[in-house]
């Protein structure tokens, strides 16, 4: 069996360390233990997949994304295990290690500045597309927009969470860039037991809260994060708010206090949206009483973000609060 046959299926773990009330319990699926390091990887299976089928990808093609690494670190593996090229754009607050996995694996990185408009010839999104349109016979995923995406989860990660917990689910709860994850998980779950509750995480500095609530897009809010792989400045076309019942925002602080704590007495050290979606799992499960159970996703490894999050000094000179209980050692 290749290293793709090893997608899926991943372990779910309790967390007992976080204050929550009586009977409340938190799960959390350790999607970093995929092959390719993400939750990603059942996506990018999925649509290739689906491509090779229907002819759209053929031997030798080359395959095309924006991606914010993870994506782009599945789309590497798997172009690399069926000989296919692949170009990844992404935005330049990528950390650099995740960069250099995916040029480990034969794929070229295009680095685009973060800073620019959606609108900018720039922008990576718009990059991608360019490239994808002047490569004869080229593939692009197209993971905002594609319903694809939402499809793998609700046809994986849903069917996985029901499988283990059942109706004992009270509520998912997790961070969007595209939105695959929250809506096609959500939808699988309710399709299910519809009273289960979907709680979408936003980072300030992201436009879904707003819309989600106020149904505006903002573009004022726009501001920069540290967190990556989380929110966006523009609406994915596969967030799916229909089977989302509230959207809470998060800071870049709340996610990595929590990645702090995960490591240091969970034993696991996970990437920034993971400290999000925990420390959304704690907000949610605060607000319940027992028995109820509330589930999220910890969607890559901390191993990509050690010069950053796992860093006391890239911490502090960021404004971070370093708690010296749960914070990792000073190295100077
Ligand atoms: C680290 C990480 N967490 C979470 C997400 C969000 O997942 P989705 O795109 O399914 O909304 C992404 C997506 O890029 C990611 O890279």
Partial sequence: MNVQSFIGKTPLVELSTFDVPAGVRIFAKAEFMNPGGSIKDRIVRYILDDAEHRGLLRPGATIVENTSGNTGAAIAMMAATRGYRAILTMPDKVSKEKQDA???MGAEVIVCPTSVPPESDKHYVTCARRIHAETRGSFMLNQYDNPLNAEAHFRSTGPEIWEELGRSVTAFVASGSTGGTISGTSRFLKSKNPS??????????SIYHRYFHEGVVDSSQIAPYFVEGAGEDHLAKCMDFSVVDDVIQFTDADAF???????RREGLVCGGTSGANVWGAVQVARSLTGPAAVVTVLPDSGSKYISKIYNQDWLMQNGFTVDRKTAP???T
């Fill in 102 to 104: 995916l040029r480990a």
């Fill in 196 to 205: 289960v509750t979907s709680v979408l995480l936003d980072p300030v500095g």
């Fill in 257 to 263: 206090a929590t990645c702090q704590h995960l490591a």
């Fill in 329 to 331: 050692e000073a190295t």
